[in-house]
């Protein structure tokens, strides 16, 4: 049975995010904070937002742009090596995603939107910890009418 294009696409970037990040936790959808004194580091939870449509551009045919995000938790044990921790996250999500093509046919490459890093005030954790929140797009095409893939 074919999936909604939004579900196809946010499947195959978690499928892309849990292959290609050897170490880290990889979620979908989470609504609870991360408790980093608690639960494993890294971290990297995916989740999808909003969507855009326009069927002008090809006849018969809508294209989806399928906005998402991808929040990366990190520890460390300085300030520093929790900049550095951050910055490398960051760049390994990057480079699974930007310049991958999915295997489902409709599903486009990939475009990276921009990032925020943000170490958790000290005093909140036992080490230093901090996220990272990386924003990203995806081009989905489908018949006009039927969003699914």
Do not use: C
């Not at 909604?4 to 970037?13: L, N, P």
């Amino acid at each position: 049975m074919p999936s909604s294009v939004r579900e196809a696409a946010i499947a195959a970037i978690f499928a892309r995010l849990t292959t290609e990040l050897a170490g880290v936790v990889v979620e979908r959808v989470r609504r609870s904070p991360i408790d980093v004194t608690r639960e494993s580091l890294p971290r990297a939870v995916v989740t999808a937002g909003d969507i855009d449509a326009d069927a002008t551009r090809e006849p018969m045919q809508t294209h989806y742009t399928l906005n998402f995000t991808v929040a990366a938790y990190v520890d460390a044990v300085d300030d520093l090596a929790l900049d550095r921790a951050l910055s490398d996250l960051h760049a390994r999500i990057v480079a699974a995603l930007v310049g991958w093509q999915p295997a489902t046919l409709g599903l486009g490459e990939v475009a990276e939107g921009g990032a925020g890093f943000e170490p958790f005030p000290a005093g909140s954790s036992k080490a230093p910890a901090g996220e990272m929140l990386a924003s990203f797009s995806i081009l989905a095409i489908a018949p006009t009418g039927a969003p699914y893939l």
